[in-house]
């Protein structure tokens, strides 16, 4: 789920959450910044497994490809 978004005409941070009975909780920050038809931005993630908390970082490039 959502827990907060803030969206603007060049970016977008967000919350999730999610927790599901055969998953491990994940929680995920995100702050997609636009320009034209590119975005950018990094992903943090963080996961209760068996193993304890995990941590990743990622970082997000893409592009509009064409109409859907």
């Known amino acids: 789920s959502i827990l907060e978004q ?3 005409r ?3 941070d967000m919350i999730m ?3 599901q009975p055969e ?3 994940t929680r995920k920050n995100v702050a997609m910044h636009y320009s ?3 975005s950018t931005g ?3 993630r963080e996961m209760d497994s068996p193993m304890g ?3 990743m970082d990622i970082s997000m490039d893409s592009r509009r490809v064409g109409d859907c």
Do not use: I, L, R, V
């Open 42 to 44: 990094p992903m943090t």
């Open 53 to 55: 908390k995990m941590f």
């Open 17 to 19: 959450e999610s927790a």
């Open 6 to 8: 803030d969206s603007t």
């Open 10 to 12: 060049n970016s977008m």
């Open 36 to 38: 034209g038809d590119t």
């Open 23 to 25: 998953a491990a909780a």
